[in-house]
T-cell receptor, first 113, second 110 residues
Framework: GDSVTQMEGPVTLSEEAFLTINCTYTATGYPSLFWYVQYPGEGLQLLLKATKADDKGSNKGFEATYRKETTSFHLEKGSVQVSDSAVYFCARTPGYNTDKLIFGTGTRLQVFP | DAEITQSPRHKITETGRQVTLACHQTWNHNNMFWYRQDLGHGLRLIHYSYGVQDTNKGEVSDGYSVSRSNTEDLPLTLESAASSQTSVYFC?????????FGQGTRLTVV
C-alpha cells in the first residue's frame, strides 16, 4: 500500500553542517510529496512540497527533489542553524490526487552551536 | 488571520469515560482531519471529512468517532477512553494539497 519511510533519528549536527534526511515512498500512483516541520510544542507546518517527478521544492534554505527513478524525496540544507532543531516529517498523498496525507515516522534534528 | 484551534490543549481522563476533543477552523476549508502522534509511528489518520455531513474512517479509527455539522468544526469523540488512546492528537484542515495543523491536544488516559 501507500507508505513513506524516513531515516530514524535523532540526527545530531553542529551549526553550519550539511543536512540530509532520507525519505523514500512506495511507487503507487502519482503522489504529491511534502516535508513538514514540527517545532517543540507546536503543530506541523508545511516546509516544502513537490507535485510531480523532477520538481524541486525549496523553502528557508531547505530543498528536496522528487526522484521517481529512486522513489525518493530527501531533505537537504547546506548549513543548518540551531533554530532548525525540530522534528521533520516526510509525507505523501495517496496515489491518485486526494487530500489525505500519509506521514513517515518523523526524524528529530538536533543542532548544537 | 484565519487559524485552526484545538481545545483543550491538555486533558487527563479515566479509563471508560467519554471524551470529546474540539477542533475549529476559520479558513472555510472543506477538508478536515484528525491524526494521532505516537513515538515510532509518526502521525496516523483517525478520521477525516470532505464536507458537511461527510465523515470517513482512517487507518486507526476503532474507538473514535467524528461528526461534521458545519464547515468550521470537526469534534473527535473517544467513546470509552482506553490507556492505548493516550497520545497527542492533531487536527488539520486543507483546501487542495496543503494542510494546516492545530497545536495539538495531549490526552492522557489513566
Amino acid at each position: 500500500g501507500d507508505s513513506v519511510t524516513q531515516m530514524e533519528g535523532p540526527v545530531t549536527l553542529s551549526e553550519e553542517a550539511f543536512l540530509t534526511i532520507n525519505c523514500t515512498y512506495t511507487a503507487t500512483g502519482y503522489p504529491s510529496l511534502f516535508w513538514y516541520v514540527q517545532y517543540p510544542g507546536e503543530g506541523l507546518q508545511l516546509l516544502l512540497k513537490a507535485t510531480k517527478a523532477d520538481d524541486k521544492g525549496s523553502n528557508k534554505g531547505f530543498e528536496a527533489t522528487y526522484r521517481k527513478e529512486t522513489t525518493s524525496f530527501h531533505l537537504e540544507k547546506g548549513s543548518v542553524q540551531v533554530s532548525d532543531s525540530a522534528v521533520y516529517f516526510c509525507a505523501r498523498t495517496p496515489g491518485y490526487n486526494t487530500d489525505k496525507l500519509i506521514f513517515g515516522t518523523g526524524t528529530r534534528l538536533q543542532v548544537f552551536p | 488571520d484565519a487559524e485552526i484551534t484545538q481545545s483543550p490543549r491538555h486533558k487527563i481522563t479515566e479509563t471508560g469515560r467519554q471524551v470529546t476533543l474540539a477542533c475549529h477552523q476559520t479558513w472555510n476549508h472543506n477538508n478536515m482531519f484528525w491524526y494521532r502522534q505516537d513515538l515510532g509511528h509518526g502521525l496516523r489518520l483517525i478520521h477525516y471529512s470532505y464536507g458537511v455531513q461527510d465523515t470517513n474512517k482512517g487507518e486507526v479509527s476503532d474507538g473514535y468517532s467524528v461528526s461534521r455539522s458545519n464547515t468550521e468544526d470537526l469534534p473527535l469523540t473517544l467513546e470509552s477512553a482506553a490507556s492505548s488512546q493516550t497520545s497527542v492528537y492533531f487536527c488539520a484542515s486543507s483546501r487542495g494539497d496543503e494542510a494546516f495543523f492545530g497545536q495539538g491536544t495531549r490526552l492522557t488516559v489513566v
